[in-house]
T-cell receptor, first 116, second 114 residues
């Protein structure tokens, strides 16, 4: 399975600032998925990033708040813009392998953001 | 839309006791089902997955899960709990074929008491 590296692993941010999270995969993948895990909660899909096209956002998430870049098949970034304490979460990127519905999603270790 | 429901946000068992974590799914078509584990301050790790090849699925660390269509369930079990099993467990579903995202349940935190 793919190996995913996320940066930063954690950060403490000030209200109103923006932070960009990087996700690097050791192999080429078509789809990358960005999830949010709020404290004590489950994972919620933010968006799907397909190389060469605009990211597709889930209900409740907008591009102005969470802009995503996908410049090539091994890399993606997620920016959390104009942060507030409610954005304090773990942000995870994930990738799948293959085209079958049975393919497993592999996750990065996550980026833990605390907004003061 | 597909979804999974995990019954019990927190389960506590004694070391050596049976572990049973419940997951029910909602889907109009045969789903693909997954169990992931998240240890404290770590990412998610796949325990096992159901892909219709067999209803009883064996995973890592002695865990297994049985797909029961009549009950729309995919409960996770382990005969004997170990202290190292203490973690958060997530059930997830994918209905569509292809490289699509997973929908996760709310998770169940497993505590193991010595």
């Amino acid at each position: 399975s793919a190996v995913i590296s996320q940066k930063p692993s954690r950060d403490i941010c000030q209200r109103g600032t923006s932070l960009t999270i990087q996700c690097q995969v050791d192999s080429q993948v078509t789809m990358m998925f960005w999830y949010r895990q709020q404290p004590g909660q489950s994972l919620t899909l933010i968006a799907t990033a397909n190389q060469g096209s605009e990211a597709t956002y889930e209900s409740g998430f907008v591009i102005d708040k969470f802009p995503i870049s996908r410049p090539n098949l091994t890399f993606s970034t997620l920016t959390v813009s104009n942060m507030s304490p409610e954005d304090s979460s773990i942000y995870l990127c994930s990738v799948g392998a293959g085209r079958s519905g049975a393919n497993v999603l592999t996750f990065g270790a996550g980026s833990r953001l605390t907004v003061l | 839309a597909q979804s999974v429901t995990q019954l019990g946000s927190h389960v506590s068992v004694s070391e050596g006791a049976l572990v049973l974590l419940r997951c029910n799914y909602s889907s109009s078509v045969p789903p693909y089902l997954f169990w992931y584990v998240q240890y404290p301050n770590q990412g998610l790790q796949l325990l096992l997955k159901y892909t219709s090849a067999a209803t009883l699925v064996k995973g890592i660390n002695g865990f297994e899960a049985e797909f029961k269509k009549s009950e729309t369930s995919f409960h996770l079990t382990k005969p004997s709990a170990h202290m190292s099993d203490a973690a958060e467990y997530f059930c997830a579903v994918r209905v569509n074929s292809g490289n699509t995202p997973l929908v996760f349940g709310k998770g169940t935190r497993l505590s193991v008491i010595a």
